[in-house]
């Protein structure tokens, strides 16, 4: 079974832009998480979605936004980029959350200048 | 919510000794508990879980210990090798919370 992918591996933004990452999970896993992990601050839970809905969302501000695909694919968008938002995003996916064994993708390399 | 502490954030051991990697929790409803290893620009693998159900996991030259009365858990890897380095991060979830906490990772350096 193929693991879980992410495209692009890596971005490049200046201030003010706005990114759209993709993720692909485990075929047959409905539920896909994503998180941010930056040096200081560790493994940041952003939202999880499940069957379309997002079923949890994490401390982050609105212009970090996402969405399910019925193909259970997923994006996440950030606007109005900031240098803060430099980090490592993270997509996980488990056949449907809820403490079920979730599997990381390689993650999305996100610079801003 | 969940609050998942972790420690140490830095271990080096000696080839061949065991690296011992500790983490609480503060949910008591938290019910599974999963490591993870994650390498230079690589995402987080999962290595190991543990129910809450279960008391001791083992796999190989990994192990996972769990204590529910004192809600901490704890990674055993025993005969450490070079390629054990890595950043390891433990986690904790209950089944309502569609959301993992993770503790703040532990560099573990071995040296050859």
């Known amino acids: 079974k193929a693991g879980v992918t992410q495209t692009p591996r890596y971005l490049i933004k200046t201030r003010g832009q706005q990114v759209t990452l993709s993720c692909s999970p485990i075929?047959?896993?409905?539920?896909v998480s994503w998180y941010q992990q930056t040096p200081g601050q560790g493994l940041q839970f952003l939202f999880e979605y499940f069957s379309e809905t997002q079923r949890n969302k994490g401390n982050f501000p609105g212009r970090f936004s996402g969405r399910q695909f019925s193909n259970s694919r997923s994006e996440m968008n950030v606007s109005t980029l900031e240098l803060g938002d430099s980090a490592l995003y993270l997509c996980?996916?488990?056949?449907?959350?809820?403490?079920?064994?979730?599997?990381f993708g390689p993650g999305t390399r996100l610079t801003v200048l | 919510g969940e609050n998942v502490e972790q420690h140490p954030s830095t271990l080096s051991v000696q080839e061949g000794d065991s690296a011992v990697i500790k983490c609480t929790y503060s949910d008591s409803a938290s019910n599974y508990f999963p490591w993870y290893k994650q390498e230079l620009g690589k995402g987080p693998q999962l290595i190991i879980d543990?129910?809450?159900?279960?008391g001791e996991k083992k796999d190989q030259r990994i192990a996972v210990t769990l204590n529910k009365t004192a809600k901490h858990f704890s990674l055993h890897i025993t005969e450490t090798q070079p390629e054990d380095s890595a950043v390891y991060f433990c986690?904790?979830?209950?089944?309502?919370?569609?959301?993992?906490?993770f503790g703040t990772g532990t560099s573990l350096t071995v040296i050859p």
């Open positions: 075929s047959g896993h409905r539920s």
């Open positions: 986690a904790a979830t209950h089944p309502t919370g569609n959301q993992f906490y």
């Open positions: 996980a996916s488990s056949l449907a959350g809820t403490g079920g064994k979730e599997f």
């Open positions: 543990i129910r809450s159900n279960v």
